[in-house]
């Protein structure tokens, strides 16, 4: 099971920080990725962190995100940094799963709602 | 860029009913490996998205077997046999190539019942 949770208010140009609680398995030997919805643009894929380290972002939110683990915590993080109106969203947390090469979402979180305003 | 498109983008459906979702890719989503990396996602009112076909064609844990997903190259399918009243929702198609910029979804396709 995955939940976000994380401050659903935050100002333009402060960083927004959300965490996903992982349960029901070892966080060490998934791949985890953000994901957002907004009426507008719908599902955008912000990036991932893999079962080894690795990240991989999205290029148009790549200088402004960092994912990480904190495994002591069974914890996902995303931090996106010098937010603005666009970055209001609904931010889901989610596994990423393939056989040999990540692929695909298999379980997702309900998703945290995140509004960025003065 | 690989850009998704779906069609219908509303699908009005009846129970008991057959229905179906296209989605297009502007790129092939052949793998190296053989398989075509499409995804199909059902967002039912309220919930998050939750996974019905991986790999263009199989059915994830759990879903029924009512859904069939098909296609190759840049042309997919998804194929409800008959429609139940709880498969109302937006679906949604991926494509998990990761070329830039990455996983991209498409618009979805809003089904709900006449």
């Known amino acids: 099971q995955l939940q976000e949770s994380g401050p659903g208010l935050v100002k333009p140009s402060e960083t927004l920080s959300l965490t996903c609680s992982v349960s029901g398995g070892s966080i060490n030997t998934f791949s985890w990725s953000w994901i957002r919805q907004t009426p507008g643009k719908g599902l955008e894929w912000i990036g991932y962190?893999?079962?080894?380290?690795?990240?991989n972002y999205n290029p148009s939110l790549k200088s402004r995100v960092f994912i990480s683990v904190d495994t002591s915590k069974n914890h996902v993080s995303l931090r996106v940094a010098s937010v603005t109106a666009a970055d209001t969203a609904v931010y889901h947390c989610?596994?990423?799963?393939?056989?040999?090469?990540?692929?695909?979402?298999?379980?997702w979180g309900q998703g945290s709602q995140v509004i960025v305003s003065s | 860029d690989i850009v998704m498109t779906q069609s219908p983008l509303s699908l009005p459906v009846t129970p008991g009913e057959p229905a179906s979702i296209s989605c297009r890719s502007n790129q092939s989503l052949l793998h190296s490996n053989g398989f075509y990396f499409l995804d199909w996602y059902l967002q039912k009112p309220g919930q998050s998205p939750q996974l019905l076909i991986y790999?263009?064609?199989i059915r994830a844990s759990g879903v029924p077997d009512r859904f069939s997903g098909s296609g190759s190259g840049t042309d997919f399918t998804l194929k409800i046999s008959r429609v139940e009243a709880e498969d109302v929702g937006v679906y949604y198609c991926?494509?998990?190539?990761?070329?830039?910029?990455?996983?991209?979804f498409g618009p979805g396709t809003k089904v709900d019942v006449k």
């Open positions: 790999l263009g064609s």
């Open positions: 991926m494509q998990g190539l990761q070329t830039p910029p990455g996983f991209t």
């Open positions: 989610a596994r990423l799963v393939g056989y040999d090469v990540l692929s695909t979402f298999d379980s």
């Open positions: 962190i893999s079962h080894n380290g690795s990240t």
